[in-house]
C-alpha cells in the first residue's frame, strides 16, 4: 500500500486488511464483509475477522446455530 508515493504497507492481502483503521485513514476501501461484520458487531453480535460476504454468512450461521 503506498501513500504519496511511500510505501506504508506490504504483505498479503489478509495481512493488510488486518489495518482496517489505517486503510480507512488513508481513504482506501475496505471489503463490504468487513464493513458488514462491522455493523454487526455495533448490534452486538460478534463473529471472525472474514474477507468474503459467504464466508461472514457462514458465520452468522453457526452462531445462529448456537443459539
Known sequence: ???QGHVVMQGKPEEILKHEEELIRLKLDIPNALKF???LKRYGIETKK???LERLVDEVCQLKSKI
Open 1 to 3: 500500500v503506498m501513500d
Open 37 to 39: 461484520r462491522n455493523e
Open 50 to 52: 472474514v474477507l468474503t
